[in-house]
């Protein structure tokens, strides 16, 4: 998820929105000053529920990163980086760097969440009772309360027991506990997801061709596409994540991998490795030797032939942000799930601060290929059952 508007860091997190978030508190704000509110508290300004309208949806996605952060901090107290928090049109979505070692862990996590929107809807509610006894405007008092509800909805909604809802992983941690297989927990956990998704869709389907409820039958067609098609691709990724099970980035890696000089024009970079290098990217060196990005071919094909002989690949290189920097002893299964840089670049492999190798996506693809074809058991993925 791609954060276009960044609020700044929240306990070194950081936080932001996708532009499609804005769509969202454009519907909320709709929704809560054309109906929620004039039926609640009628014969108001339409200036007044307008402003409340917005207020609401503000304070909505504010409780919604709330719900994200809960998640976070209790997954950061698991030993878990947290590379971000960022609200979108469906809601949040906060991005871990690792897996809950345990499926208590795995439980806390998925749990903090929707006890965070819980607490939220039970301040609202107070707020409410406040503002009406300390004879408040009734539009606050009904804005309070729409927001206690909501967050309330939003718990229970999160409940439903299919990934990647937070019930979903709910489910996935008890199976955990229960088959002491994480992998086959996580089969189970979106299997159900994609049931559950391909409900939902139906219910909306039905709701757009029954009721009068358009918008809100195709939110949740819309809803329960996504969610099936999320739970299906977090299905793939358990599975590459069992199959690199054991496997570190020195075994996926193009080791020594040809380094392009931040110096060289286009032109005499090609001519010194057109058709020796077998590699669809490059690590790019500044003259110290350090690191200065990297350069697919693809961005070097990009560049007109005029051009050649002026632009130097330390313009045209991508940054590296330190995420994909690794060690050859990590393990391969973090590389999974990225976007690789450039369409190419999965990772840079460093080894006391020497470029050691380079990880593609067609390095993950053919390790995933070999790994399958060698008939990787999945047992290493599985962990003794803790109690709890
Ligand atoms: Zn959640």
């Known amino acids: ?31 809560v000053a054309a109906s929620a509110l004039p039926a609640a508290v009628p014969g108001q ?15 909505f ?15 950061r107290r698991h030993g878990i980086k947290i590379r971000s928090v960022t609200l979108w049109m469906l809601g949040g979505v906060t991005q871990l760097d690792g897996d809950p070692r345990t499926p208590q862990a795995d439980l806390q996590i ?4 929707p006890a965070m929107s819980l607490l939220a809807g039970a301040a609202f509610v107070g707020a409410a009772a406040a503002i009406s006894a300390a004879g408040g405007p009734r539009v606050a008092v009904a804005a309070a309360m729409w927001l206690a509800l909501m967050n309330g909805v939003l718990a229970a909604f999160n409940l439903l027991p299919g990934a990647p809802l937070d019930g979903g992983r709910v ?51 819309l809803l329960g596409w996504f969610m099936a098609s999320a739970a299906a691709a977090e299905q793939g990724a358990a599975s590459a994540r069992a199959l690199l099970a054991g496997v570190r ?14 110096w060289l024009t286009v032109a005499d970079f090609i001519r010194q490795f057109g058709g020796r290098s077998g590699q669809p990217a490059f690590p790019v060196i500044g003259p110290g030797g350090g690191l200065a990005g990297v350069v697919t ?44 840089l450039g369409g190419e670049v999965v990772a840079v ?30 047992s290493a993925a599985a962990r003794p059952a803790p109690h709890w």
């Open 249 to 262: 980035v020195a075994d996926v890696m193009t080791p020594d991998p040809d380094l392009a000089p931040s």
């Open 110 to 113: 998925a749990l903090a969440g």
């Open 45 to 59: 300004s339409a200036a007044l529920y307008w402003g409340a309208g917005v207020a609401v949806a503000a304070a």
């Open 171 to 221: 489910l996935r941690a008890m199976l955990w506990h229960h088959w002491a297989d994480r992998h086959r927990a996580e089969r189970g956990a979106t299997s159900a997801g994609r049931a559950i998704g391909a409900m939902l869709a139906i219910l909306g389907v039905a709701e757009v061709l029954l009721t009068t409820d358009l918008i809100g039958g195709l939110w949740l067609l």
């Open 297 to 340: 071919v693809a961005r070097l094909s990009r560049v007109a032939h005029p051009g050649r002989d002026q632009v130097r690949l330390g313009q045209l290189a991508l940054p590296v942000p330190e995420e994909y920097l690794a060690s050859p002893d990590d393990p391969a299964a973090r590389l999974l799930g990225r976007d690789p």
């Open 349 to 378: 492999v460093e080894d006391g601060g020497q470029i050691t190798g380079l990880v593609t996506a067609s390095n993950i693809q053919h390790a995933l290929r070999w790994r399958k074809l060698a008939g990787a058991t999945v």
């Open 1 to 31: 998820m791609r954060q276009n508007i960044r609020f700044g860091r929240f306990a070194g997190i950081p936080v932001g929105a996708s532009w499609s978030a804005i769509v969202t508190l454009a519907i909320i704000a709709d929704l």
């Open 61 to 75: 996605l504010a409780s919604l990163l709330a719900h994200e952060l809960a998640h976070a901090l209790v997954a």
